[in-house]
């Protein structure tokens, strides 16, 4: 093995190339994704990356170097600092205050500039971003890129008079992969048809059906919803914001034939009684074949969690089936909730929540480990081991003008793999209430079974 095949192995183990099915900025689904971000985090592979691009050029021929932002500053920055070329930075766009330059730096008119980039895939953002520097008076005649995706940029550059070096195409990348095992006969077929412009054959990722996922959880309260699912052929649960006994009550009279649990938002609930609000609510659950899903996001220590599920004027403990906790007090503070079903925030329907993809990568190990889960609300994909509850969905509206932002039935069963639907002013505002739970729960299992095809 020579030292830049053992280089490229020491870099795919930062997770830079993807194999699977990914759609690109342009729009085109594509059999492999390369983010080369991670090199950065990693001073030892960022040093010798430096020296093999380098290595591509002769250094007396440049003046400067610049990166392209934002991957290849990094990159740009440590050959700089090998080689002593002066480094200067180019800006996505001008700053609107202060000097408002694009090119930061000190540099002269008539300097040559070797343009550094992280991977070339059509060329034309190089070509947007060459004029640019060549405005300052800097000449660029050379670009030196980590990956070649082998889509017609390098020949587009070379085309219009530039130099074009690359460390690694995706045909060397991807042979070097299968000689070490990494990467099947399948992928390179499907990235050989990509680059040839053939038609790419994607394996068909199936989702679990209902049946599926019954077998394999232990949970009793993931076995209740999903035996329900199957019995009434429904995976809709209506969100009951409604402010009455009253309304509640004649809310879930009228869905209770569709649903497969009533999401309740108890202490909202202005006349609340337990005598005469949750007995006949518990009635009517067990009279249409529905749980109870009290919507309280639990987001406290596990003593107050414990005191707050079972105590106060709700005592939410002796009649829900379900509840929803965020996942911010850690693992054991999940550990109250004895005798329910327990289903985690992973993630927030509304525009700007704070539920980011760090958040949503520790929510869900801690979905994932602790028993009392069994599944979480979510806008992303998440493991089939949990059920995924999806929220915001609505058959007519795209938002809601607070931040609330919707998808369709058929969007979440496809994009997002979800179990079931959460729908809320869809239904509760409905000038039929009755028929609109029956269009979402026949719009719903449509949409699961045509996911599941």
Same mark, same amino acid.
């Given at each position: ?91 996505? !766009? ?80 991807c042979e070097i992969l299968r000689n070490n095992n990494l990467i099947s006969e399948e ?39 999903? !035996? ?193 639907i959460i729908v809320g002013r869809g239904i509760y505002k409905a000038e039929n209430i ?20």
């Amino acid at each position: 093995m020579d030292n830049k095949e053992s280089f490229l192995l020491e870099c795919y183990k930062l997770g830079i190339i993807k194999f699977g099915k990914f759609t690109l900025k342009s729009g085109i689904e594509s059999p492999f994704y390369v983010d080369l971000r991670p090199l950065a985090s990693d001073p030892k592979i960022l040093k010798k990356l430096s020296s093999y691009l380098l290595e591509l050029i002769s250094t007396t021929d440049f003046d400067i170097i610049c990166g392209v932002p934002y991957a290849a500053l990094p990159m740009a920055t440590a050959m700089s600092l090998q080689s002593e070329l002066p480094l200067i930075i180019k800006r996505k !766009e001008a700053k609107t205050y202060g000097t408002k330059k694009l090119i930061e730096g000190i540099f002269s008119t008539g300097q040559n500039c070797l343009l550094v980039e992280d991977v070339i895939t059509s060329g034309k953002s190089l070509l947007e971003t060459i004029p640019e520097i060549e405005n300052e008076g800097i000449s660029v005649s050379d670009i030196v890129v980590v990956l070649d995706r082998q889509q017609g940029g390098k020949e587009l550059l070379e085309e219009k008079g530039f130099k074009v070096h690359s460390l690694f195409n995706i045909t060397e990348v991807c042979e070097i992969l299968r000689n070490n095992n990494l990467i099947s006969e399948e992928e390179i077929t499907r990235i050989n048809d990509f680059l040839t412009g053939n038609e790419v054959n994607f394996e068909v990722e199936k989702h679990l059906t209902y049946e599926q996922k019954l077998e394999k959880t232990n949970n009793s309260f993931a076995k209740k919803i999903l !035996e329900i699912a199957i019995e009434k052929k429904s995976n809709l649960i209506a969100s009951a914001d409604v402010l009455t006994t009253k309304e509640l009550l004649d809310f879930a009279e009228k869905v209770g034939p569709n649903i497969v649990a009533l999401k309740t938002h108890i202490d909202i609930i202005t006349d609340f009684d337990f005598d005469e609000t949750i007995l006949p609510l518990k009635e009517l659950s067990k009279n249409y074949n529905f749980l109870l899903m009290e919507d309280r996001k639990f987001a406290d220590i596990g003593n107050t969690q414990e005191l707050q599920f079972a105590n106060g004027i709700y005592k939410i403990s002796f009649w829900a089936d379900l509840v929803t906790s965020q996942v911010i007090g850690g693992e054991t503070s999940l550990d109250c909730f004895l005798n329910v079903g327990v289903i985690a925030i992973l993630g927030m329907s509304s525009k700007g929540t704070l539920t980011n993809s760090d958040y949503r990568e520790n929510a869900l190990k801690i979905a994932l480990s602790h028993p009392n889960v069994i599944g979480g609300v979510s806008q992303n994909k998440i493991p089939e081991d949990l059920l995924l509850f999806t929220p915001g969905v609505n058959l007519e509206n795209s938002g809601d003008g607070k931040g609330q932002q919707y998808n369709t039935p058929e969007y979440v069963f496809k994009n997002l793999q979800t179990d079931f639907i959460i729908v809320g002013r869809g239904i509760y505002k409905a000038e039929n209430i009755e028929k609109a739970s029956l269009d979402y729960k026949i719009a719903g299992w449509n949409s699961y079974l045509t996911g599941n095809k």
